[in-house]
T-cell receptor, first 114, second 114 residues
Framework: NASVTQTPKFRILKIGQSMTLQCAQD?????MYWYRQDPGMGLKLIYY???????DKGEVPNVYNVSRSTTEDFPLRLELAAPSQTSVYFC?????????????FGPGTRLTVL | AQSVTQPDIHITVSEGASLELRCNYS??????LFWYVQSPGQGLQLLLK??????LVQGIKGFEAEFKRSQSSFNLRKPSVHWSDAAEYFC????????????FGQGTELSVKP
């Protein structure tokens, strides 16, 4: 079945550590997104990518980095982790047309920074 | 600025009762509107979407939503709730000219009483 996969499912980081959240989709989707979900809140966009090259920030402050060297993969890099980055991170993808198409979401990565 | 408001943080209904979840949006152009459902520990699944045309849209699992431009609303309804409908529900607006990114409401948690 076509899907969006995310690894790891859970991770605990110490303050100042770094990590990469992995996301992959097998639907040949052009658009990919990273969101974070804080308790009791809706999802907030971190980054999105159109195609294998273009990236753009969303509405969350820039403490993250992304790359998109292939259509399938869209890793999210967290540098110098802080408690404010404790959240659940969701990756999503959709075909060309952006807002006209359903976004497919991965199961999420729950990150705790202590 | 674009925004989505879900006035009800938590709603409890009895199984078999009808349901209406409220959603109001703020957006300058014709909105692309979505309802997603999130079961505990899971990613988001699309229930239905509105782009244009008939203002009453049907979705999966027996849900429907009505777009009312004059009220800037897109409320979700179901005539008879099942225990399996207990989940968190998110309304979102899609921004076509910004890579299709979604602006989410803060969510409504639905509990179902037996």
């Amino acid at each position: 079945n076509a899907s969006v996969t995310q690894t790891p499912k859970f991770r605990i980081l110490k303050i100042g550590q770094s990590m990469t959240l992995q996301c992959a989709q097998d639907m040949n989707h052009n658009y990919m997104y990273w969101y974070r979900q804080d308790p009791g809140m809706g999802l907030k966009l971190i980054y999105y990518s159109v195609g294998a090259v273009i990236t753009d920030k969303g509405e969350v402050p820039n403490v993250y980095n992304v790359s998109r060297s292939t259509t399938e993969d869209f890793p999210l890099r967290l540098e110098l982790a802080a408690p404010s980055q404790t959240s659940v991170y969701f990756c999503a993808s959709t075909s060309s047309g952006g807002a006209l198409r359903e976004q497919f979401f991965g199961p999420g990565t729950r990150l705790t920074v202590l | 600025a674009q925004s989505v408001t879900q006035p009800d943080i938590h709603i409890t209904v009895s199984e078999g009762a009808s349901l209406e979840l409220r959603c109001n949006y703020s957006y300058g152009a014709t909105p692309y509107l979505f309802w997603y459902v999130q079961s505990p520990g899971q990613g988001l699944q699309l229930l239905l979407k509105y782009f244009s045309g008939d203002t009453l849209v049907q979705g999966i699992k027996g849900f429907e939503a009505e777009f009312k431009r004059s009220q800037s609303s897109f409320n979700l309804r179901k005539p008879s709730v099942h225990w399996s409908d207990a989940a968190e529900y998110f309304c979102a607006v899609g921004l076509y000219n910004q890579g299709g990114k979604l602006i989410f409401g803060q969510g409504t948690e639905l509990s179902v009483k037996p």
